[in-house]
């Protein structure tokens, strides 16, 4: 069998790509302006069933989203099978089609694909997919649809969901009817799996004061004001942040991205945050969880990423003892350099802690080698996975007391609870809920676990961001050539002194990281190897920031 050439031929000449512009699929997929990816979307939809079908026909995930990016902005992203990120060899054919400057070019790189990647074409191809609110989301859908249409897809239409969901329905649908069988493979399915696990785990428990929930005006309200209906009386919401359809609401001063990278309470939530109550924040396509507080002096405390995976992990390893099966089941946490090093420190005191670069496929499959593998980035994208073995044992476990049964209970509860394929901020948010209830804690108590070291980070834009490279874990840089011994010559001044430099993956520029033990030396210390990078690698010293001291 090969291609249907002539019906792809015709749709694509439809999405033309425009000249002049280079897309890549990065770490979040393919994500840029909106208006400039039609192309991008048809080609991703023939993408998406040329995977299909090289998996068996095994039903692929297509997710029309830019998360934290703000409105204009939008992207797309594949999911395979068990509803993690698109395999990494594949995100170079990605970026391959999507350049292709013609239609024949592009038919060209396709029977390529096919034929590099043993494709065999008379295989069924089964899509699912979804967008978020974004208002480019319809036309950029409808392209993606020519894309499904043009291979001959069998496609399933998810509608307006979140990122997490969309990812839950790939794994469902592929297990469906398998002792493996992740969940009903609807929207409902996964609302009655995650509220039913929930409430078994805080039953008997005091309930919780209510929780604020920043929706950043993304798809998470939605997801939020369904997740109300099945808690009942189990946990109080209250939503803010709803305005999905409100032109330039999306991730504008609220949401995930925003509490973390400003360090600051969304303004909307100023008058309703009394001292003291727990807030939390999701990103725009709800993968993403912050959780804040304002102390007895009204000020704002964060407890990002890194204090969640704090939270959780000791929970788990509390339990895994309580249930006596700590001899079996080995808890490990997987961070990025990006982790506070107060927590690093905290968690590498109890637990083993490995270290991988940024983006979520490095942190999933390293947390897939631990029993319990707990991953969270600083920003708040993370969950925990339980291996196959772990999840046998628990299942086979004998209890000898009632107080191990309990335990047990509560990790096999904890195991339905947890999205298992990919960060989730409403799972991760009644995970924390969970462990609040049972350790009684308030904001303050879990903040106190340990102390943050002050942090900062700066941007950096240089001419070319490609000369950057990173070794161990993106904490080093190897190139430029010279610059990380000038790195380390400064850092070295500063009191816990910490800094790194790394290219983004998902915008135009070089990153920089730095930790110390005040505040101003945190500052200074990220403005000055900025400065370093910047004059390093040419940049006009006319225009150099000022701030770059
Ligand atoms: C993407 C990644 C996220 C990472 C961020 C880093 C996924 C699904 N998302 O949002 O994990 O933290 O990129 O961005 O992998 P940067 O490379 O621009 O710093
Ligand atoms: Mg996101």
């Known amino acids: 069998m090969s291609l249907p050439v002539d019906t792809i031929r015709i749709l694509a000449d439809r999405h033309p790509k425009p000249a002049n512009i280079r897309f890549t699929y990065g770490t979040a997929g393919f994500r840029t302006l909106g208006s400039t990816l039609d192309s991008v979307m048809f080609r991703v939809g023939i993408l998406a069933g040329l995977r299909s079908k090289k998996l068996d026909g095994k039903t692929i995930g297509v997710m029309v989203t830019a998360s934290h990016n703000p409105e204009p902005d939008n992207g797309v992203k594949l999911v395979d099978p068990r509803g993690e990120m698109l395999e990494a060899a594949w995100e170079a054919h990605a970026t391959n089609l999507a350049n292709a400057p013609t239609t024949d070019a592009f038919i060209e790189a396709l029977e390529n694909l096919?034929?590099?990647?043993?494709?065999?074409l008379s295989k069924p191809s089964r899509i699912v997919?979804?967008?978020?609110?974004?208002?480019s989301g319809p036309s950029l859908v409808a392209a993606l649809e020519d894309g499904f249409q043009a291979i001959g897809a069998s496609v399933r239409n998810a509608?307006?969901?979140?990122t997490p969901i969309l990812h839950y329905l790939v794994r469902s649908i592929n297990t469906k009817g398998t002792k493996d069988e992740y969940g009903i493979d609807s929207e409902e399915g996964y609302m009655q799996k995650l509220s039913t696990a929930f409430k078994k785990l805080v039953a008997g428990k005091p309930a919780s004061p209510p929780l604020i929930v920043d929706c950043?005006?993304?798809?998470?309200?939605?997801?939020?004001d369904e997740i109300i209906k099945y808690l009942g009386d189990s946990l109080q919401l209250i939503p803010h942040n709803t305005a999905t359809t409100t032109p330039g609401a999306l991730n504008n001063a609220c949401g995930a991205d925003f509490v973390k990278t400003t360090q600051k309470l969304p303004?909307?939530?100023?008058?309703?945050?009394?001292?003291?109550?727990?807030?939390?924040?999701?990103?725009?396509?709800?993968?993403?969880l912050m959780y804040f507080y304002l102390d007895e002096r009204g000020q704002?405390?964060?407890?990002?990423?890194?204090?969640?995976?704090?939270?959780?992990a000791a929970f788990i390893v509390d339990l895994v003892k309580a249930a006596g099966l700590e001899e079996e089941i080995k808890v490990g946490i997987v961070q990025t350099a990006y982790a506070n090093g107060g927590s690093t420190k905290y968690l590498?005191?109890?637990?083993?802690?490995?270290?991988?670069?940024t983006g979520v496929k490095h942190l999933h499959h390293a947390a897939e080698h631990y029993d319990v593998g707990v991953y969270f980035e600083a920003n708040g994208?993370?969950?925990?996975?339980?291996s196959p073995d772990t999840q046998e044992t628990l299942a086979a476990h004998q209890p000898s007391t009632p107080a191990q049964s309990t335990a047990l209970n509560h990790l096999v509860n904890l195991t339905q609870l947890i999205n298992q394929t990919v960060g989730d901020a409403l799972s991760d948010m009644l995970l924390v809920e969970v462990v609040l209830a049972h350790k009684s804690y308030s904001g303050a108590e879990w903040d106190s676990l340990y102390v943050d070291l002050p942090n900062r980070l700066v941007k950096v834009v240089v001419s070319d961001i490609h000369i950057f490279k990173t070794e161990d874990a993106e904490r080093r840089l190897v190139s430029p050539p010279g610059l990380q011994a000038k790195i380390d010559e400064l850092v070295r001044r500063y009191e816990a002194g910490r800094a790194f430099v790394r290219p983004s993956g998902t915008e135009a520029v070089v990153r920089v990281y730095a930790e110390a033990m005040v505040r101003a030396q945190a500052d200074e210390l990220a403005f000055r190897v900025a400065g370093l990078v910047y004059d390093e690698t040419g940049g006009d010293p006319a225009r150099r920031p000022a701030e770059f001291l």
């Open 114 to 120: 096919v034929k590099i990647a043993k494709i065999d």
């Open 129 to 135: 997919y979804g967008r978020d609110t974004r208002p």
């Open 159 to 162: 509608g307006v969901t979140t």
């Open 216 to 224: 950043a005006n993304g798809v998470g309200a939605q997801a939020v």
């Open 267 to 288: 303004p909307s939530l100023a008058q309703f945050l009394k001292p003291g109550q727990r807030a939390c924040s999701f990103d725009g396509d709800a993968d993403r």
């Open 300 to 312: 704002f405390r964060m407890l990002d990423g890194d204090k969640i995976a704090a939270l959780v």
């Open 348 to 357: 590498s005191d109890r637990l083993p802690v490995k270290c991988v670069p």
């Open 381 to 386: 994208h993370g969950t925990v996975l339980f």
